[in-house]
């Protein structure tokens, strides 16, 4: 008795000299899918997304071809074209399940369960668009920015170190290679102003190594700074944004770093959240002596309008 009492009275004991921490820890993430593309909003539970593409075309083209010659009685007619894009969607469905006990006592101790795995099915949910919009999902059959074959590719130039990683690279050298990526880019779209890149993902190591290395020996300010106000697009009075993102690192050819300089503009690149993710359902479950929730949402594939606006550099 003696001895059952003194334990207990320990443990009183214990908990009273406990400082107890009433914030719950969630677990460390980054989500940036919503920085790097446009999502659009609303369309239901369509299982495709579709876009149409126009091209012109006239006789004898536009430069002499539409001249009228003196006396001529007919007139080149202009012809349109218009293509059907398609891309798919799919379906994301999360549960929840909280047993009625765990109910009671959390209305008891002040902490919803059912709170906390809500935000745990947003924590799922966000994680799976970061992978849609990067990467896609290969057993689904879908690509996302980083991925996309129809979008020009190739392998940064080696330095005077002999290597294209930035990492052996002068400042001159990572600033040519970004200039480059711009100019590419630009005249592979037509050298269009509304299509200038004006977007660059980078992988966190690269991104870093901008920001803190000085971009002359006076460390007046780092590549980054002067990169900001000294490129392609900038000078053409584009605002360019210089991002780091996780899903940059190894997905080049051969594994390597891979840098994309895209024009992040709704009619050239967008994803389609078309039912956004909600509380579909709760039911009582006697089976299981548990509330079960359902969730869903509904989302495309990223769907590039314009690939030849964007480039990826390979082996930085």
């Not at 536009?62 to 007619?77: K, M």
């Not at 996302?144 to 002999?162: F, P, R, S």
């Not at 579909?280 to 594939?301: G, H, I, K, L």
Request: net charge negative; proline share 3%; with cysteine.
């Amino acid at each position: 008795m003696d001895a059952n009492g003194l334990a207990t009275g320990q443990a009183f004991l214990e908990s009273e000299l406990e400082k107890r921490d009433n914030l719950i820890k969630t677990p460390l993430t980054s989500f940036t899918y919503g920085r790097d593309i446009t999502v659009r909003v609303g369309g239901g539970w369509d299982e495709f997304v579709s876009s149409f593409s126009v091209s012109y075309g006239i006789p004898n083209g536009s430069d002499e071809g539409v001249i009228a010659a003196p006396g001529s009685n007919g007139i080149p007619l202009l012809q349109a074209n218009f293509d059907k894009d398609v891309y798919r969607t799919h379906v994301v469905n999360i549960g929840t399940s909280v047993k009625w006990v765990d109910v009671q006592r959390g209305n008891a101790t002040g902490r919803n369960l059912d709170r906390y795995l809500t935000e745990g099915v947003r924590l799922v949910y966000d994680k799976h668009m970061n992978s849609n919009v990067y990467t896609g999902f290969s057993g689904y059959g879908t690509t996302g920015l980083l991925n996309n074959a129809n979008v020009a590719a190739y392998t940064a130039d080696n330095g005077a170190g002999g290597y294209p990683a930035w990492s052996t690279k002068t400042a001159a050298e990572i600033l040519y290679d970004i200039n480059k990526a711009l100019t590419t880019a630009h005249a592979n779209a037509g050298n269009d102003p509304e299509a200038l890149a004006n977007h660059i993902l980078i992988p966190w190591a690269q991104f870093g190594l901008l920001a803190t290395t000085p971009v002359s020996a006076a460390g007046s300010e780092s590549i980054l700074d002067y990169l900001m106000n000294n490129n392609y697009a900038a000078k053409q009075g584009e605002k360019v944004f210089v991002g780091g993102c996780t899903a940059c690192a190894g997905i080049g050819t051969g594994s390597t770093d891979r840098m994309m300089v895209y024009c992040n503009k709704e009619k050239y690149v967008a994803v389609d959240e078309l039912s956004p993710l909600s509380r579909a359902m709760t039911t009582q479950n006697a089976a299981t002596f548990s509330y079960d929730t359902a969730y869903a949402a509904n989302v495309s594939e990223v769907e590039f309008f314009a690939p030849e606006t964007a480039v990826y550099v390979d082996g930085i």
